[in-house]
């Protein structure tokens, strides 16, 4: 079970890391990107775990981004499709959010093409991905900090809300790059029982109400452990 819920995770990390890392050559090709996308994560577009991080995303795009009520990352990977057609890129603004907000005055998605993305599950799901990529930067750019997909994936699986989520992205920010090794079970620059214990601290201070137990189960899911 645990080796399931990994592999989404890993899928679900990659769409949407590589989206906010890279967000000015995905838009540059956006028909494409699409298409790579749901062939890459099509398999998990129904994984309950895939909604988790999305709901997380679009949480943290409303309380530090000001994201609209109604507005969902599906549609807003609509509207930069859409964008790109109409010159509207992320290289000709200073930030994230002036570009998001210039799709949401001059892109106008109609119901039509709304129905026909979410008529597809895959379809979808890679247009989530596009919307999350692009909302995640705008938060760290606001917050002026990096908030590391392994950082998120966990978030997601404890359920955190988006406050919590970024108080414990400032408790790993020392050791991010062991973190993310260690839970990719990579070689990590401090013995690997010191990563599990930093990160099960910063999880705990952001997530009093966890007890041990909860806390490295939670990390197991994230890791694929059985």
Do not use: H, W
């Not at 009520?69 to 002036?98: C, L, Q, R, V, W």
């Not at 597809?120 to 760290?140: E, S």
């Not at 973190?179 to 099960?200: F, M």
């Amino acid at each position: 079970m645990f080796g399931i819920i990994g592999a989404a995770l890993g899928a679900i990390g990659s769409a949407i890391g590589g989206i906010c890392s890279g967000l000015a050559g995905v838009v540059g090709s956006l028909g494409a990107g699409i298409a790579s996308i749901a062939a890459t994560i099509g398999k998990i577009a129904a994984n309950p775990i895939f909604g988790l991080v999305i709901q997380l995303v679009c949480e943290i795009a409303k309380v530090f981004c000001g994201r609209p009520e109604k507005e969902t990352p599906e549609e807003m990977g609509a509207m930069m499709e859409e964008g790109a057609k109409m010159g509207i890129k992320p290289n000709d603004y200073k930030s994230t959010k002036e570009y998001l907000d210039a799709l949401r005055e001059k892109v106008k998605i109609d119901e039509k093409r709304m129905n026909e993305i979410r008529s597809n599950d895959v379809k979808c799901c890679a247009y989530k991905c596009v919307g999350a990529g692009a909302y995640m930067k705008d938060a760290q750019e606001r917050l002026s900090m990096s908030i590391p997909i392994d950082v998120l994936k966990i978030g997601a699986v404890c359920k955190m809300g988006a406050e919590q989520l970024v108080d414990f992205a400032r408790g790993c920010s020392a050791s991010t790059s062991d973190i993310s090794a260690y839970l990719n079970g990579k070689p990590t620059t401090e013995k690997p029982d010191k990563v599990a214990e930093t990160l099960a601290n910063a999880m705990k201070a952001a997530c009093p109400e966890m007890s041990e137990n909860q806390i490295y189960e939670a990390i197991n899911k994230v890791m694929g452990n059985k």
